[in-house]
């Protein structure tokens, strides 16, 4: 069995606290080709046979990519996004090499009672389905609060990604929140953390009213003053005839939370144009709310070639069921919100550190200013892979399953309610 990078729990994650490394590449701490060059010999070892550029499948010009994993134990495929092909690729080998490590936990594993282990660890905040039955064994892998700076046990349910065998109980989700990589420890974990707070806000905002939803569409004039990838994306989609809007799921947390939904619309329609595919969906969360909005219009377009491409093991024909009245309407909607868009968006008020241990420093004061004071990780990364992999959680926060969205049980203001 591989060994995990360090020899003891805390060691991986207690040398990621103390790495001061500056970032040089869109808040990561080197470019993606560097990145992709290393990973590469390292991929038949993941399983990853091919990674392929599906870009052209679709008309937007926005590069995304594939990386095909054919004896996966969750998915075979994974999907990649970014501004330029090589960031697209190593978005997508990232992403299934995730998978890989989270199929293949390594030790030391221990047997506890759930009893036990709810005295030590604050389970019934973190992803749970069905009432717990605390008097079953279950297997833990241990990881570390980086905020109380002591280990905690946690059930590879939670952690793993197997889903060739059955979960040891049915009380805990299965999911692939908080699962994320980097070039280093802080970068993992800091990664892991904006996902889990995206769906956080996304959580918030699907039990938000309709009229509260609809406050928080963008209004295109504040799209005008967006610089760099921002803009360069946005002007793709122009180009491409498509629509784009763009909502702010930002929460309570004050981490910005960007929502881009994209539209096609064929105009050779007699009368009315419809949309002709799927709309693109996506998220992003990040310090800075231009590389979240970079994110969230990128996914977008990764969701569209998704579903395009049709390759990624979880599609159903329910995914392509309602390609043609009921995303019209969802389009007539959006375009009635902007009546009451918010004009008032700011895009360029960066609270980003210069390091991925800067971020780190500011996502957790902003986590434990909203009353949520644990941060779990798990280091999943491998001794001989130069790639850093983590399973983060915060109790408390809400989570996406299969389901949908389900809101954390942490106490939330009357705003929220």
């Given at each position: 069995?591989?060994?995990?990078?360090?020899?003891?729990?805390?060691?991986?994650?207690?040398?990621?606290?103390?790495?001061?490394?500056?970032?040089c590449?869109?808040?990561?701490?080197?470019?993606?080709?560097?990145?992709?060059?290393?990973?590469?010999?390292?991929?038949?070892?993941?399983?990853?046979?091919?990674?392929a550029?599906?870009?052209?499948?679709?008309?937007?010009?926005?590069?995304?990519?594939?990386?095909?994993?054919?004896?996966?134990?969750?998915?075979?495929?994974?999907?990649?996004?970014?501004?330029?092909?090589?960031?697209?690729?190593?978005?997508?080998?990232?992403?299934?090499?995730?998978?890989?490590?989270?199929?293949?936990?390594?030790?030391?594993?221990?047997?506890?009672?759930?009893?036990?282990?709810?005295?030590?660890?604050?389970?019934?905040?973190?992803?749970?389905?069905?009432?717990?039955?605390?008097?079953?064994?279950?297997?833990?892998?241990?990881?570390?609060?980086?905020?109380?700076d002591?280990?905690?046990?946690?059930?590879?349910?939670?952690?793993?990604?197997?889903?060739?065998?059955?979960?040891?109980?049915?009380?805990f989700?299965?999911?692939?929140?908080?699962?994320?990589?980097?070039?280093?420890?802080?970068?993992?974990?800091?990664?892991?953390?904006?996902?889990?707070?995206?769906?956080?806000?996304?959580?918030?905002?699907?039990?938000?009213?309709?009229?509260?939803?609809?406050?928080?569409?963008?209004?295109?004039?504040?799209?005008?003053?967006?610089?760099?990838?921002?803009?360069?994306?946005?002007?793709?989609?122009?180009?491409?005839?498509?629509?784009?809007?763009?909502?702010?799921?930002?929460?309570?947390?004050?981490?910005?939370?960007?929502?881009?939904?994209?539209?096609?619309?064929?105009?050779?329609?007699?009368?009315?144009?419809?949309?002709?595919?799927?709309?693109?969906?996506?998220?992003?969360?990040?310090?800075?709310?231009?590389?979240a909005?970079?994110?969230?219009?990128?996914?977008?377009?990764?969701?569209r070639?998704?579903?395009?491409?049709?390759?990624?093991?979880?599609?159903?024909d329910?995914?392509?069921?309602?390609?043609?009245?009921?995303?019209?309407?969802?389009?007539?909607?959006?375009?009635?919100?902007?009546?009451?868009?918010?004009?008032?968006?700011?895009?360029?008020?960066c609270?980003?550190?210069?390091?991925?241990?800067?971020?780190?420093?500011?996502?957790?004061?902003?986590?434990?200013?909203?009353?949520?004071?644990?941060?779990?990780?798990?280091?999943?990364?491998?001794?001989?892979?130069?790639?850093?992999?983590?399973?983060?959680?915060?109790?408390?926060?809400?989570?996406?399953?299969?389901k949908?969205?389900?809101?954390?049980?942490?106490?939330?203001?009357?705003d929220?309610?």
């Open positions: 069995m591989t060994k995990t990078r360090s020899s003891d729990v805390s060691g991986g994650v207690q040398t990621a606290l103390t790495d001061t490394r500056q970032k590449w869109q808040h990561r701490i080197c470019p993606p080709q560097d990145t992709l060059e290393k990973i590469t010999p390292y991929l038949p070892r993941m399983g990853i046979t091919r990674l550029d599906i870009t052209g499948l679709d008309r937007i010009g926005i590069p995304v990519a594939q990386a095909i994993r054919p004896l996966g134990r969750s998915l075979s495929v994974a999907q990649g996004k970014g501004m330029t092909l090589p960031a697209a690729r190593v978005s997508a080998a990232m992403e299934a090499a995730e998978g890989w490590h989270a199929e293949n936990l390594d030790g030391p594993f221990q047997q506890i009672s759930g009893l036990d282990l709810m005295e030590a660890t604050d389970l019934e905040s973190l992803p749970m389905s069905d009432p717990p039955v605390w008097d079953q064994e279950l297997t833990i892998l241990e990881g570390r609060d980086i905020i109380a002591r280990v905690v046990a946690l059930p590879i349910d939670l952690i793993g990604k197997d889903y060739t065998q059955a979960p040891q109980h049915k009380g989700h299965r999911t692939t929140n908080g699962l994320a990589s980097g070039n280093s420890l802080t970068e993992a974990i800091v990664s892991g953390l904006h996902e889990l707070i995206e769906r956080d806000c996304i959580a918030d905002f699907a039990h938000m009213t309709p009229q509260d939803r609809a406050a928080r569409l963008c209004h295109p004039h504040m799209l005008d003053a967006c610089t760099g990838d921002a803009k360069t994306l946005l002007d793709l989609i122009a180009s491409a005839g498509f629509h784009v809007f763009i909502h702010d799921l930002t929460n309570d947390i004050g981490v910005p939370a960007m929502r881009a939904t994209l539209f096609s619309v064929d105009q050779s329609v007699p009368g009315h144009g419809r949309p002709r595919a799927q709309p693109g969906l996506g998220c992003g969360c990040h310090l800075d709310p231009q590389t909005l970079v994110r969230a219009i990128t996914e977008a377009a990764q969701s070639l998704t579903c395009i491409a049709g390759a990624r093991d979880d599609l159903t329910r995914r392509y069921d309602t390609i043609a009245d009921g995303n019209l309407g969802r389009l007539l909607e959006m375009a009635a919100d902007l009546q009451t868009a918010d004009k008032t968006r700011c895009f360029d008020a609270a980003a550190g210069t390091s991925p241990m800067g971020d780190l420093d500011i996502l957790t004061r902003k986590l434990t200013a909203a009353g949520l004071e644990k941060i779990y990780v798990v280091d999943l990364s491998k001794a001989d892979l130069p790639i850093h992999v983590v399973r983060v959680f915060v109790p408390g926060l809400g989570y996406l399953t299969s949908g969205p389900t809101r954390g049980n942490r106490y939330r203001s009357a929220h309610e």
